[in-house]
């Protein structure tokens, strides 16, 4: 059963910067697409906002992060990462990953029902 952990979040003011991770256990990392998913506030689903592919050589964003943040992965650390700039009020959210299927994008949907607490990101003006 995948273990989802993320971590990193908090409150940042409108500009700023902050870096995710997300820690994966129970499957085998190197062999899955990743990607990170945002609720806001208010909202019932979760959007997809960035992924990457297996190997960590492509990657892909929702067009209103698109130049702001950067996905990556750690395959050594079962950890995928969220780098987080230029930090906007409608960025605020909390912030989950997932194992992805990505090859349907701009269509990214997760791959397990299972998900981690997430991490909350909140931007002041």
């Known amino acids: 059963q995948v273990q989802l952990v993320e971590s990193g979040g908090g409150l940042v003011q409108v500009g700023g910067s902050l870096r995710l991770s997300c820690a994966v256990a129970?499957?085998?990392?190197?062999?899955?697409?990743m990607a990170w998913f945002r609720q806001a506030p208010g909202k019932e689903e979760r959007d997809f906002v960035a992924?990457?592919?297996?190997?960590?050589?492509?990657?892909f964003y929702a067009d209103s992060v698109k130049g702001r943040f950067t996905i990556s992965r750690d395959s050594a650390k079962n950890t995928v990462y969220l780098q987080i700039n230029t930090l906007k009020p409608d960025d605020t959210a909390v912030y989950y990953c997932?194992?992805?299927?990505?090859?349907?994008?701009?269509?990214?949907?997760?791959?397990?029902?299972?998900w981690g607490q997430g991490t909350q990101v909140t931007v002041s003006s």
């Open positions: 992924a990457i592919s297996w190997s960590g050589d492509t990657t």
């Open positions: 129970g499957i085998t990392f190197s062999n899955y697409p």
């Open positions: 997932n194992a992805a299927h990505i090859y349907n994008y701009p269509t990214v949907t997760p791959m397990f029902d299972q």
